[in-house]
């Protein structure tokens, strides 16, 4: 992890151990890593809802909700993101597709030509 990622991860998760939460959180980074951005706040924090030592449940929740809400704060409503996209389409179904069967002829004459 790069050095600037590390101060942002310990910031966040120190601040989220000190009780900060939402707009507080992200101001209490803010503070400590003046020069960040939400995208990066959002890269620490997925990093530390991946870390092995951090068990806090308050705080991986903190930590998560403060993820989400920059993350969703990139796609605004009302903004064509892909205009492919038809919002009231239904969703493709998966379907398992049916193997043909082959007659042991058929694999036998495949295995010699190999």
């Known amino acids: 992890m790069g050095e600037k990622r590390k101060?942002?991860?310990e910031a966040?998760?120190?601040?989220?151990?000190?009780?900060?939460?939402?707009?507080?959180?992200?101001?209490f980074v803010q503070n400590r890593c003046p020069k960040t951005s939400g995208?990066?706040?959002?890269?620490?924090?997925l990093?530390?809802?991946?870390?092995?030592?951090?068990?806090?449940?308050?705080?991986?929740?903190?930590?998560?909700?403060?993820?989400?809400?920059?993350?969703?704060?990139?796609?605004?409503?009302?903004?064509d993101h892909d205009d492919d996209d038809d919002v009231n389409a239904p969703a493709p179904s998966v379907e398992k597709t049916k193997k043909k069967k082959t007659t042991s002829m058929e694999s036998d004459d495949a295995r010699a030509e190999t």
């Open 47 to 79: 990093f530390a809802l991946t870390d092995p030592h951090v068990t806090d449940r308050n705080v991986l929740d903190v930590i998560y909700a403060l993820a989400i809400k920059h993350r969703m704060d990139e796609v605004r409503p009302g903004e």
């Open 12 to 27: 966040l998760v120190n601040g989220a151990t000190e009780g900060h939460s939402g707009s507080d959180l992200y101001d």
């Open 39 to 45: 995208k990066k706040i959002v890269r620490a924090s």
């Open 7 to 9: 101060k942002i991860y």
